[in-house]
């Protein structure tokens, strides 16, 4: 299985211990040199070690790709991080692309990629037994990570 993230779910897993469920779901993750960019593993910030780990083991590893036409595109509405994600996995066609913004999952959906998310991937790690509870994660990356989530949709995830 093919997959590609950008930024925010492995900084964000990372931030709250969780980076290790991208490993037990998904395997081997690929980013672009521009993710790499935003996650600024050299200096000391929080997740930056286990992210150099991963990075270290092989399960992230950093590919380049050739259509910077659609990054420069992609770029009229998204981020960089986002929008080099995107064109990485269409190039590569990806199985899933990891997004959390709102902006870039829509244009993701778009162009046809499987798009998933931190909530995705924690939801996932509480069904397979992985996770215990939601709650503390949740709450943790609402106020260690700066995770911004509606109050209806923590509602509903917590429900589920």
């Known amino acids: ?11 964000n897993l990372a931030i709250v211990g969780q980076l290790d ?8 993750i690929q980013i672009p040199p521009a993710v790499l ?11 930056s070690q286990s992210i150099q780990a991963a990075l270290t083991a092989g399960w992230i590893q950093v590919q380049p790709f050739s259509n910077q ?3 420069q595109l992609l770029r009229q509405t998204l981020d960089g991080g986002e929008a080099a994600a995107i064109a990485l996995a269409l190039e590569r066609q990806a199985d899933w692309v990891l997004l959390d913004e709102r902006d870039g999952r829509k244009v993701a959906k778009s162009l046809g990629l499987q ?19 939601l709650q503390p994660v949740l709450e943790d990356l609402t106020q260690n990570a700066g995770f911004r989530i509606g109050s209806e949709l923590l509602a509903r995830i917590l429900q589920a």
């Open 1 to 11: 299985m093919l997959i590609v993230s950008n930024t925010s779910p492995i900084l």
């Open 21 to 28: 469920l991208l490993h037990q779901q998904f395997g081997q």
């Open 37 to 47: 960019n935003e996650l600024k593993i050299d200096e000391e910030r929080p997740g």
């Open 69 to 71: 036409s659609l990054v």
């Open 115 to 133: 798009v998933t998310g931190v909530l995705g991937i924690l939801l996932r790690a509480k069904e397979s037994g992985k996770l215990p509870s």
